[in-house]
């Protein structure tokens, strides 16, 4: 395979981690066979220092003329106000909607060489295997927002949460297609006790679900409930799908159940076109440019990639093995060592790339 891949280094750890990366897949494409051609683009904090937007023209056009596309991270101290009219987060939301990336995964797997880096007790989080589905351009962090000032003198702030039968559909049936291919489970988590958008969600995933994944073990949770489950049943769970806030918060949470960021991947996938790939963890600024930020989560990523976006399953699975041996084999870097020497950024990704060179 011939492919071209966007690389986005982004703010803070994100050029080390994509580094990193960039040499795995490297080795990933001599072992197979492939040739992978880089591009690397500004987004984020470092593109509105030297642009004056968080998504450059040329950034957006490369990345819609890609294969796939990688990123690592954005935003940090330096561009937090919030009364800025320009922001970091701002480029990821616009370059996520120009390309029509609706569907977000998050797999949340546990490692059992690493069950003492979790906060949770070993039985609460053995055999933990869940892939969410987030829905990524619609809710409320799409719909109208205003701020107005009341005749008092007071202010009043309003977030629209609103979908569509359409948007909830497409995010459902992809789910119910990953669900049939794992476990055979699909649970849809909404707040229909309360909010009308999550009435219309629940209406339209059992009819998606009666529809064309009859033959799926289908249940509903409350969102709040969800929230406890994550912490005390979370192994009974496979394919989980969801709105955009509540995916965001939920996966946030689930993600400290292996103990660390460092090693949760994400996809941000469309009906066509290129996929996002990157690290569910920010910049983290207070590490950037130390050399030790844990670069498995973007490596992780980049097998995503491998699979979604350029059909290499076999050349995922085996870089997705290799991480799994590294991390048997002991070795750590600070973020999820319990005591002992721990390894550079340098040397994690060197340890995947001995892996893959076998």
Known sequence: MDAN??????????????????????????????????TSCPLGG???????????????????????ILLGAVGG???????????PEQGLLKLRKELALFANLRPLKMYSALAEASPLKPEYIEGVDILFFRELTGGIYFGESKRETLDDGSERAVNEMVYTTSEIERIVRLAGEAARKRRGKLTSVDKANVL??????????????????SDLNYDVVLVDAMAMHLINRAKDFDVVVTGNMFGDILT?????????LGLLPSASLGESGPGLYEPIHGSAPDIAGQGIANPLATVLASAMMLDHSLGLTDEARALEEVVENVLNAGHRTADIADGGETLSTVEMGQKVIDGLNG
């Open 46 to 68: 470092n593109a509105i220092d030297n642009f004056g937007t968080a998504l450059p023209d040329e950034t957006l056009e490369a990345c819609g003329n890609s294969d796939s």
């Open 196 to 213: 009308e958008v999550s009435r219309l969600w629940r209406s339209v995933a059992q009819s998606v679900v009666d529809a064309d994944f």
């Open 252 to 260: 946030d949470e689930g993600s400290m159940l292996p103990g660390s």
């Open 77 to 87: 101290p330096k561009w937090d106000d919030p009364n800025a009219k320009v922001r």
């Open 5 to 38: 891949i966007v690389l986005i280094p982004g703010d803070g750890i994100g050029p080390e981690i994509i580094a990193e990366a960039q040499r795995v897949l490297e080795v990933v494409a001599t072992r197979f066979g492939h040739s992978f051609n880089f």
